[in-house]
């Protein structure tokens, strides 16, 4: 099974930018992306990238301030988070959809169904 390890979280003041960083054991997944989930809520869907065409779907609240990238070096993928708003505060997890999970987060075309440990990002001035 893919392990998948999240970096980069801390905290941040409204208006900022942080940097994750997501780690993967092996490149064998349809689809890459990440998920979040805020205090009392559900989790929900960020972005996510296809490896088969490199579609890429960006949740509505995340577009235009967030940005995905791929890294080979550790067959995983990036995100770049600007103009950080406080709503943005929750644990951010790195999810693949590995065809094999019981439990899907659906964004956009794509379902996401296995993820990693999780990075806390608080946006909070």
């Known amino acids: 099974q893919v392990q998948l390890v999240e970096s980069g979280g801390g905290l941040v003041q409204p208006g900022g930018s942080l940097r994750l960083s997501c780690a993967a054991s092996v490149r064998d997944y349809y689809t890459i992306g990440w998920i979040r989930q805020a205090p009392g809520k559900e989790r929900e869907g960020v972005v996510a990238i296809s490896s088969i065409d490199d579609e890429t779907y960006y949740a509505i609240p995340v577009r235009g301030r967030f940005t995905v990238s791929r890294n080979n070096a550790t067959n995983g993928i990036d995100l770049q988070m600007d103009k950080l708003k406080p709503e943005d505060t929750a644990i951010y997890y790195c999810?693949?959809?590995?065809?094999?999970?019981?439990?899907?987060?659906?964004?956009?075309?794509?379902?996401?169904?296995?993820w990693g440990k999780g990075t806390l990002v608080n946006v909070s001035s």
């Open positions: 999810a693949i959809d590995s065809r094999t999970g019981s439990h899907r987060v659906l964004i956009g075309p794509f379902a996401l169904d296995l």
